[in-house]
């Protein structure tokens, strides 16, 4: 009897072992399934065509830097990566646009300092808190004023002077809420001056309106008007940069003539909030990897750009900065 008993028990036992072996197996074959399918979504990304969503008119600044670091994600990733401009509200539409569309990686913003200023200008509540942030590509130092090639103005000193003299009957082209809002506001407070702030379009409008004698001065990429500057149809007074730039070496900063204000435009990428972070990883690692590439950085010096990456820590910590900043200069 004794011994039938302790065969039974044996068998009970080996069973039991069986089915706990099997179970084992079984979960880690399921581990096994879970982590090969999330190492193929992981690798998947991007599978089809990633739209670059621009808040600017084709032709500005932002849509050229834009289409011209598409062009060298395209070969980074394997995939199409086309440019939408989505203008409105200083760039507060194209922002949104983004906010709302799938966090999947085929919607990214690309923009600039402007999403600091939507809130404090009041033209709307979205915010850069309110995105996934991918990083910064590019950083401009070359923006300036210019005025036509007839303007009485040949320096900083002379356009302040005549400021000085007829307050708020200069015409400076901005519109409201923008950067050139808010960096034409810092040059009035630095240099106890007033302009008639003119709300005049896009930056061709601007260009036209300047040209025709309807505006005194425009604030724009010194870039975008090269061209302008070369044949003497326009006149450069001085950039806000810290320093001096080698592509203009012969514009003198604001600095340079008593005018004590400097500023960095930084070009960024960004996703829905709720964005997987493989998939924003994948895509920052690929801008990273463009703007280290030779022939970019050739193409984005040409366009007086200082192609720079910083990644999405970086790029908030610099935003909170700026915004404190801007604070102050609208105070």
Request: charged share 35%; net charge negative; proline share 3%.
């Given at each position: 009897?004794?011994?039938?008993?302790?065969?039974?028990?044996?068998?009970?036992?080996?069973?039991?072992?069986?089915?706990?072996?099997?179970?084992?197996?079984?979960?880690?074959?399921?581990?096994?399934?879970?982590?090969?399918?999330?190492?193929?979504?992981?690798?998947?990304?991007?599978?089809?065509?990633?739209?670059?969503?621009?808040?600017?008119?084709?032709?500005?600044?932002?849509?050229?830097?834009?289409?011209?670091?598409?062009?060298?994600?395209?070969?980074?990733?394997?995939?199409?990566?086309?440019?939408?401009?989505?203008?409105?509200?200083?760039?507060?539409?194209?922002?949104?646009?983004?906010?709302?569309?799938?966090?999947?990686?085929?919607?990214?913003?690309?923009?600039?300092?402007?999403?600091?200023?939507?809130?404090?200008?009041?033209?709307?509540?979205?915010?850069?808190?309110?995105?996934?942030?991918?990083?910064?590509?590019?950083?401009?130092?070359?923006?300036g004023l210019v005025v036509s090639g007839d303007s009485p103005y040949e320096n900083l000193e002379d356009l302040i002077d005549d400021a000085e003299e007829n307050p708020e009957e200069i015409d400076l082209a901005t519109s409201q809420g923008s950067f050139t809002h808010l960096q034409m506001s810092a040059f009035e407070k630095a240099a106890d001056i007033e302009f008639n702030f003119v709300d005049s379009g896009d930056f061709a409008e601007r260009n036209s309106a300047l040209l025709g004698g309807h505006l005194d001065v425009v604030p724009i990429q010194l870039g975008?008007?090269?061209?302008?500057?070369?044949?003497?149809?326009?006149?450069?007074?001085?950039?806000?940069?810290?320093?001096?730039?080698?592509?203009?070496?012969?514009?003198?900063?604001?600095?340079?003539?008593?005018?004590?204000?400097?500023?960095?435009?930084?070009?960024?990428?960004?996703?829905?909030?709720?964005?997987?972070?493989?998939?924003?990883?994948?895509?920052?690692?690929?801008?990273?990897?463009?703007?280290?590439?030779?022939?970019?950085?050739?193409?984005?010096?040409?366009?007086?750009?200082?192609?720079?990456?910083?990644?999405?820590?970086?790029?908030?910590?610099?935003?909170?900065?700026?915004?404190?900043?801007?604070?102050?200069?609208?105070?």
């Open positions: 009897m004794y011994k039938i008993l302790k065969e039974k028990m044996l068998i009970f036992l080996l069973l039991s072992l069986i089915v706990v072996l099997a179970a084992c197996n079984g979960n880690d074959a399921s581990e096994s399934k879970d982590n090969d399918t999330q190492n193929n979504n992981e690798s998947s990304y991007p599978e089809e065509t990633i739209e670059l969503v621009v808040p600017a008119s084709a032709g500005g600044d932002t849509d050229r830097n834009a289409r011209l670091l598409a062009e060298y994600l395209e070969e980074e990733l394997d995939q199409s990566v086309v440019v939408e401009n989505v203008e409105g509200s200083s760039g507060s539409v194209g922002v949104q646009e983004v906010m709302d569309a799938e966090p999947d990686g085929y919607k990214v913003l690309y923009f600039h300092n402007n999403i600091l200023l939507n809130d404090l200008f009041e033209v709307s509540d979205n915010s850069y808190e309110d995105l996934k942030m991918v990083g910064i590509s590019e950083l401009d130092y070359s923006n975008l008007v090269n061209e302008y500057v070369e044949n003497g149809d326009m006149k450069s007074l001085g950039v806000l940069s810290e320093d001096r730039l080698d592509k203009y070496p012969d514009v003198p900063t604001f600095k340079e003539q008593g005018v004590d204000i400097d500023f960095e435009k930084f070009f960024f990428t960004a996703l829905p909030k709720e964005t997987p972070d493989d998939v924003a990883d994948t895509l920052s690692d690929a801008i990273e990897n463009v703007t280290k590439d030779e022939d970019y950085l050739k193409e984005a010096k040409e366009y007086g750009l200082e192609p720079e990456f910083i990644d999405q820590k970086g790029t908030e910590e610099l935003m909170q900065e700026d915004k404190e900043e801007y604070k102050e200069i609208l105070e």
